[in-house]
T-cell receptor, first 109, second 113 residues
Framework: GQSLEQPSEVTAVEGAIVQINCTYQ??????LSWYQQHDGGAPTFLSY????GLEETGRFSSFLSRSDSYGYLLLQELQMKDSASYFC??????????FGKGTTLSVSS | SQTIHQWPATLVQPVGSPLSLECTVE??????LYWYRQAAGRGLQLLFY??????ISSEVPQNLSASRPQDRQFILSSKKLLLSDSGFYLC????????????FGSGTQLSVL
C-alpha cells in the first residue's frame, strides 16, 4: 500500500516563503503530485515530479528526491489567496491517485 | 474543451434514505473516472474508480456503490444512508498518463441527519 506524511498546518505572512514537506512509502513509485484546495472548493492540480530535482511554475516550485522518498512544495512571495490546503499525492499503478491528509496553509498580513 | 459536471452542489438527507449522485464528463471519450470522499478537515479517500462502461473497482468496503451506465457518466449510490456517509463527494477524471493529474468536479456536500 501507499502512505504519505505531511504536516497538518503551516502558518506564514504575506511575502514570505514556505515549504511543505511530504514523505512517502509506496510499493511502486511513479512520481509525486501536488494539489491545492481552497475551503469549500475542489482540489486543483499544481505540479507533478517524476524525476529528481526541482520543477518551477511561477511562484510555486516542487522538488523530489526519490532516494529519500521525499518531496516538497515551495511557495514564494506568499499572498493571502495562497491560504488553502495542499495535498501531496502518488499515482497507484492501474488504479488512481492516493492523497496525503493535507497541509493547511494560513497566510496572514 | 473537457469539462466535468457534478450535481447537486449540496444535499441534506435523513438517515436511512437513498442517495444518487451523478457525474458526467464532456469533451473526451473512454475516460477513467473516480469517486473520492473528503470528511471535514480531512484528506481525500478513494471510493471507486472505473476504466470503462460497467467496470467498477471498489477501494473501501462501505455503504455505497457505483455504476458506469454510459461512457461519460458515473453514478454514486446508496440504498440507506448512514450518519458516517456525510462528507464532500468529488468526482474526478484522469488526464495524466499515469493518473498523476486528476481534474475534479465541483463536488457535492452531503449532510446526513
Amino acid at each position: 500500500g501507499q502512505s504519505l506524511e505531511q504536516p497538518s498546518e503551516v502558518t506564514a505572512v504575506e511575502g514570505a516563503i514556505v515549504q511543505i514537506n511530504c514523505t512517502y512509502q509506496t510499493s511502486g513509485f511513479y512520481g509525486l503530485s501536488w494539489y491545492q484546495q481552497h475551503d469549500g472548493g475542489a482540489p486543483t492540480f499544481l505540479s507533478y515530479n517524476a524525476l529528481d530535482g526541482l520543477e518551477e511554475t511561477g511562484r510555486f516550485s516542487s522538488f523530489l528526491s526519490r532516494s529519500d522518498s521525499y518531496g516538497y512544495l515551495l511557495l514564494q512571495e506568499l499572498q493571502m489567496k495562497d491560504s488553502a490546503s495542499y495535498f501531496c499525492a502518488v499515482p497507484e499503478a492501474g488504479t488512481a491517485l492516493i492523497f496525503g491528509k493535507g497541509t493547511t496553509l494560513s497566510v496572514s498580513s | 474543451s473537457q469539462t466535468i459536471h457534478q450535481w447537486p452542489a449540496t444535499l441534506v438527507q435523513p438517515v436511512g434514505s437513498p442517495l444518487s449522485l451523478e457525474c458526467t464528463v464532456e469533451g473526451t471519450s473512454n475516460p477513467n473516472l473516480y469517486w473520492y470522499r473528503q470528511a471535514a478537515g480531512r484528506g481525500l479517500q478513494l471510493l471507486f474508480y472505473s476504466v470503462g462502461i460497467g467496470q467498477i473497482s471498489s477501494e473501501v468496503p462501505q455503504n455505497l456503490s457505483a455504476s458506469r451506465p454510459q461512457d461519460r457518466q458515473f453514478i454514486l449510490s446508496s440504498k440507506k444512508l448512514l450518519l458516517s456517509d456525510s462528507g464532500f463527494y468529488l468526482c474526478a477524471w484522469r488526464t495524466g498518463v499515469l493518473g498523476e493529474k486528476l481534474f475534479f468536479g465541483s463536488g457535492t456536500q452531503l449532510s446526513v441527519l
